[in-house]
């Protein structure tokens, strides 16, 4: 695994799941930069004090609180150009700090899912323990913008280069402590603790939350899953979650990097699984659409009659 695992999950899905549309560097021009301080500046003089992400987007005006960070790196550095107040450390920021106190919906539990995937819990110098680090590549944004406006975050979202890559690296930190306690207390894993095996999900709602840690995470191949794991407690976990949803043949193994990882190949048990997970198949929300867009080609390609698909019925 390199320094930076979550840019090497994402090169690799990237890899496992071709034919996406790839979002290169396209430089705007400086006419555009300044329409976007002008739209900034009329927000702060429509609320009387330097819009918040969710405060500028609830104007509705011609582009996106997350465009505007995205072209000058953070919201932060966005309002320094329009000459606007700029968060500092140490201020309270707005967010759903109970969000996580009752996995009590498919979209929390998707949530849930992504971000036990890919995220971490990392020590804070001061004020709260831990702060939560999501970072993706900017193809992958989704998996930060949409989870920050789900939890109703505030906190700044980031693009900026990576070292080792021409593409965009989105992250975001939330140090939230009552969110945090929450999050911890929903089955999250203690940075101080082994890993161990999965969070309790009612039965309910774990098809939304196996679904957003296999976009998230789960490298979906031309011959099916393989989805590495932290241990073999959660590779049996997701095989036996597996077998819930009508397959029959997935397994565990142990491959030669050391890494655990479950393996669905036969193409009934893969199309068990995506009925199960996708059950509204593109439709289906909240998803990562090119996800099961993938899986849907593939599936369709191995079936390539009607009456073999129960989605294509009719």
Known sequence: M???????????????????????????????????????????????????????DSLNLEVSSNVISKEFGTWNEAKEAAELETWQRGTVREINETYFQSINSPKKAYWFGTIFATSSLRPQPKGGKYALVLGRTEDKAYFITEFADAIESDYPINWTHGNKSDKQQVRLA??????????????????EDDPGRFPSIK????????????????????????????NSQRGEQIQEWFEQFGAKRPTVSQVSSGAIVVHVVNNFDIKAIFESLWPDLLETEPSWEPYPQKILQYLESEYPYPENLSYLDG
């Open 2 to 56: 390199t320094e930076d695992p979550i840019s090497e999950i994402d090169s690799t899905l990237a890899e496992e799941l071709p034919g996406l549309e790839k979002n290169p560097d396209s430089p705007i021009d400086e006419n555009k930069r300044e329409d976007m301080i002008r739209l900034l500046r009329h927000a702060a003089d429509e609320l009387g004090k330097a819009p918040t992400y969710r405060e500028f």
């Open 174 to 191: 939330i140090s939230n402590p009552t969110f945090i306690d929450h999050l911890l207390n929903a089955g999250y894993p203690d940075p």
């Open 203 to 230: 039965d309910k709602y774990l098809p939304s939350f196996l679904r957003g840690f296999l976009e998230s995470s789960g490298y979906f191949r031309t011959d099916g899953w393989h989805v590495t794991v932290a």
